[in-house]
């Protein structure tokens, strides 16, 4: 599309060569020729002067030095949004429809306006709610229930009897169900023993739960592992049996908590950063990340590093070695004080 | 089902309304309206105020209040369990039989009362013992050697060649004998060459082994990645190619152990550590959760922390920012006394 | 084989029982009963005394004490690897075919010579270069670009119009272009409002990139992730949304990049390392296992620790405690010293 055009389109005004071909969209900094970009937040403006991109959207008074094209309209941000239809990938539209491929076992109850992909594989007793996506590969065992408006991406793997509420999002790879991690371990006279602890819970996610790619969620020992309303989860995180996540909870990539802690209303658990077992991290607290949590955290509290302790207190400690070599030198000229004195 | 038929199902004496309809299991923390739940430690007895269950499973001789209904049994613990079938999912139970979908390659060996699920792939060459279940959509590559009543999940995937013993459990998602990481990297003229270390060993995996969702064990680049009889791996763990697990391992998740590293006999890796290559973590030692091995870790070891150290030193590092503001201060006082000395 | 046999096969000189069988290849430390080993680096001569290798591939004139027979040749560390065809897994070759159950979209441009495994999904709009390898199980979205001499292992995802160069393999279980983590909060009248931020971007994958088992890409916000060319990431590893990875980078197991990161070329990420999202890692830099980088690091430079520091700054850190034990004694002898100063 050429500059002109694509000025047209978000109802803004060229600048530059108006023949200039735009192929694709990215922000300042990762745009290479070809692309078009957009300033909105003035903390950017500096990026300006070597973007790569061909094209920038800039709002009406914007001025600055830049070796690319501008398109000025009324508000960046929104104009640059309505360019994904044109430029980003053309989305994956899922009509309603089973494949003939699809394996439904007997006994399955299925919503209106269902899609299910190919090879997809619905195990007896199952229910699924009207409008949800299944796509292809799916693994969905015996008895588990799934709510409206769900999409499950391919490969993902829910275990028999679990539960999901409406509008979950479950991303490429994720397995729901598996069983925890528990054994007991007793010492025989030919060495230990050690015994699977059967796993006979679910796990039970709310509505508007959306879990990233390759993210685990063990069953509970008894009971249910839940995941409440509004919890966003990232990829590759994990979550044990019986863990009570609250509604409106974050989670970030490769966090990991551990069997039976609660995370509540509006905790935020960042990347990398493990709680463990039997423990509260209360409402609206924070874990940074790759903090290890080994006892509750107080409601609205923000703690880092391995213990957890307060970020200030954290902070602190970071500051330790300036502070001991301060001590050291004060130590040195006490010393050299003292010797003097002692000499008198 | 009514208060009382769960008291009679237990054997147990019911206190409080015959009538209370309990419809699932749960812990008392996690128990919600509807649930019956237990109290057989002692310690949980705190819990019993303000429980939401329904009905807790308690001893004869328990005195305390809680607004729930009692059911008096002999062991609380045993009672709970036995309500499993009851309350928990229903089992799934795999019939011997071979999906017909599953596609069988040349020269496969089946054992007897085998089950195979839908979509499922077994190439050429394979063997599957007796009794083993494994369910849809598994990818078993070429030439690998499966024992007996071992149980795949879906979305597993075993590279060629690779071998497990009996009674093995890999959940969903597990990949076992992915290429390691290895390049060899020489700068050539027109910059650097990186060249790919062919991976030709296998996984070998010994009896009673259970290994959790999406968790991965690299081949080895020649001989085999070893993962010894009982040993136990959670979810999301990464085993490098060429490590060597000696039998009786517990391996928590996310978890990780690079390329050649030694775990011995009844060691335990905590969540979220890592070990490094070409070491050994020896018999029964412990490596706490978010460690990093960089030594060798003695017999009965529990180390801690990054890079990791003996608990106990680590525990005295985490009392340094006290240690250093005593110090501060006495510092301080040297000073006014010395000041005070040399102006006399 | 026998010993003799083998050494024949490496054309070299056996030394001991002829008629050993030889059944397997192991290192010296890793070798078992019937294992073929071999000695190249001197580091590991001390090895030779105790080794459980039958048979050790050794230089014309190595001397020392071991219980193994030996094969003597020119170059043990050759003579090894091309024993892998003999004693390593038969290599699993993908004649060129399209298995009756691959389910081929509209639309999907093949090249010559490819492979397509069972149960593989490609959906309409894709194309696929010349002598690539799809295996079984495999899921590949609409409009998706798959460049020449790939490798694809199974229970790959590749979502919607993502891009992949030349000789890309991707191993078990990959999850490529997933929506990234990204919400808008508000806090409306009846609590907080949590909305999907669109991710209508792509992941572009360059020429010989290498992917580990689990790990997973996300897609941009707008715009592209993009891997470059030759970069080698390992299992289990999280790229989030946006990031920016230059060619000759390495990413080893589980470490992530937070959105919008940067790494520049030939910089290394080591294992569960985290890169907060929005900096750069600049050129050959390197980050420590475990390490937390929370600003840019500088060309070269190698940082460690959470928060990351400069490796000598982290190496100091560690003797804290040391110096700290000093100071404390210094200090208890000042005091000792001005109190007798005081009572002159």
Same mark, same amino acid.
């Given at each position: 599309?050429?500059?002109?055009?694509?000025?047209?389109?978000?109802?803004?005004?060229?600048?530059?060569?108006?023949?200039?071909?735009?192929?694709?969209?990215?922000?300042?900094?990762?745009?290479?020729?070809?692309?078009?970009?957009?300033?909105?937040?003035?903390?950017?403006?500096?990026?300006?002067?070597?973007?790569?991109?061909?094209?920038?959207?800039?709002?009406?008074?914007?001025?600055?030095?830049?070796?690319?094209?501008?398109?000025?309209?009324?508000?960046?941000?929104?104009?640059?949004?309505?360019?994904?239809?044109?430029?980003?990938?053309?989305?994956?539209?899922?009509?309603?429809?089973?494949?003939?491929?699809?394996?439904?076992?007997?006994?399955?109850?299925?919503?209106?306006?269902?899609?299910?992909?190919?090879?997809?594989?619905?195990?007896?007793?199952?229910?699924?709610?009207?409008?949800?996506?299944?796509?292809?590969? /799916?693994? &969905?065992?015996?008895? =588990?229930? +799934? !709510?409206? *408006?769900?999409?499950?991406? %391919?490969? @993902?793997? $829910?275990?028999?009897?679990?539960?999901?509420?409406?509008?979950?999002?479950?991303?490429?790879?994720?397995?729901?169900?598996?069983?925890?991690?528990?054994?007991?371990?007793?010492?025989?006279?030919?060495?230990?023993?050690?015994?699977?602890?059967?796993?006979?819970?679910?796990?039970?996610?709310?509505?508007?739960?959306?879990?990233?790619?390759?993210?685990?969620?063990?069953?509970?020992?008894?009971?249910?592992?839940?995941?409440?309303?509004? /919890?966003? &989860?990232?990829?590759? =995180?994990? +979550? !044990?049996? *019986?863990?009570?996540?609250? %509604?409106? @909870?974050? $989670?970030?990539?490769?966090?990991?908590?551990?069997?039976?802690?609660?995370?509540?209303?509006?905790?935020?658990?960042?990347?990398?950063?493990?709680?463990?077992?039997?423990?509260?991290?209360?409402?609206?607290?924070?874990?940074?990340?790759?903090?290890?949590?080994?006892?509750?955290?107080?409601?609205?509290?923000?703690?880092?590093?391995?213990?957890?302790?307060?970020?200030?207190?954290?902070?602190?400690?970071?500051?330790?070695?300036?502070? /001991?070599?301060?001590?050291?030198?004060?130590?040195?000229?006490?010393?050299?004080?003292?010797?003097?004195?002692?000499?008198?």
């Amino acid at each position: 599309m050429k500059l002109s055009e694509v000025a047209k389109a978000v109802n803004g005004v060229p600048e530059g060569d108006a023949g200039i071909e735009l192929h694709a969209m990215a922000s300042l900094s990762e745009a290479r020729e070809g692309d078009v970009s957009f300033l909105a937040n003035p903390k950017y403006a500096a990026q300006m002067k070597d973007t790569k991109a061909s094209a920038v959207l800039v709002a009406k008074d914007y001025e600055g030095e830049t070796p690319a094209a501008l398109i000025r309209v009324d508000d960046p941000n929104k104009a640059f949004a309505a360019l994904a239809p044109i430029f980003g990938p053309k989305p994956v539209i899922r009509e309603p429809g089973i494949h003939a491929t699809a394996v439904i076992g007997e006994g399955v109850t299925l919503g209106k306006d269902l899609y299910i992909g190919p090879y997809t594989v619905i195990e007896d007793g199952a229910s699924i709610g009207d409008g949800t996506v299944i796509e292809g590969q /799916v693994f &969905i065992a015996q008895n =588990v229930s +799934i !709510g409206k *408006n769900c999409h499950l991406y %391919p490969q @993902v793997n $829910i275990r028999e009897s679990c539960v999901l509420g409406d509008r979950v999002i479950l991303h490429a790879g994720v397995k729901i169900g598996t069983d925890g991690y528990g054994y007991t371990v007793e010492i025989g006279a030919q060495g230990p023993v050690i015994t699977k602890v059967p796993q006979v819970g679910i796990v039970e996610i709310g509505n508007d739960v959306e879990i990233g790619s390759n993210t685990c969620v063990d069953r509970a020992r008894f009971g249910r592992t839940r995941v409440g309303d509004c /919890v966003k &989860i990232d990829n590759l =995180v994990q +979550i !044990g049996h *019986n863990v009570q996540i609250a %509604p409106f @909870v974050g $989670i970030i990539a490769q966090a990991g908590i551990a069997g039976s802690a609660k995370i509540e209303t509006g905790a935020l658990i960042w990347s990398q950063a493990g709680v463990s077992g039997h423990l509260t991290v209360h409402e609206r607290a924070q874990v940074a990340p790759q903090a290890g949590v080994k006892e509750d955290v107080p409601e609205g509290e923000y703690v880092a590093g391995t213990p957890a302790i307060p970020k200030r207190k954290f902070a602190e400690g970071l500051l330790l070695p300036r502070l /001991v070599e301060k001590l050291k030198k004060k130590v040195a000229d006490l010393e050299a004080k003292v010797k003097a004195l002692e000499s008198r």
